[in-house]
Nanobody, 124 residues
Framework: QVQLVEPGGGLVQAGGSLRLSCAAS????????MAWFRQAPGKERESVAIITWSGGRTTYADSVKGRFTISRDDAKNTAYLQMNSLKPEDTAVYFC?????????????????WGQGTQVTVSS
């Protein structure tokens, strides 16, 4: 069982940066593929970035490529999402998700464990 906690959201101006973190409890964090999803009001939850359990592969939504970076520190049981050049359309609740030994999947139903979500608001 893994519990995920996501501090780090907030309000930022367009063009600014924010780093989200996802702290995991439980064992064997290094065997979990970690993902960030987001959901804006009135929209479906969408995949933002994923990093495999080995750390060898990452994937990004086209809308965030070149601006967002996902990473992980297995020694700290933490995954990160560095968000640069933020745009108002990045405003959403951001969720951390995880599942063990999972290949990359952009489908939310592929992940068994979820954080509570953190609000990111980008003002114009």
């Amino acid at each position: 069982q893994v519990q995920l906690v996501e501090p780090g959201g907030g309000l930022v101006q367009a063009g600014g940066s924010l780093r989200l973190s996802c702290a995991a409890s439980g064992r064997a964090f290094s065997t979990y593929t970690m993902a960030w999803f987001r959901q804006a009001p009135g929209k479906e939850r969408e995949s933002v970035a994923i990093i495999t359990w080995s750390g060898g592969r990452t994937t990004y939504a086209d809308s965030v490529k070149g601006r967002f970076t996902i990473s992980r520190d297995d020694a700290k049981n933490t995954a990160y999402l560095q968000m640069n050049s933020l745009k108002p359309e990045d405003t959403a609740v951001y969720f951390c998700a995880a599942d063990r030994l999972k290949p990359i999947s952009i489908q939310s139903q592929s992940y068994a464990y979820w954080g509570q979500g953190t609000q990111v608001t980008v003002s114009s």
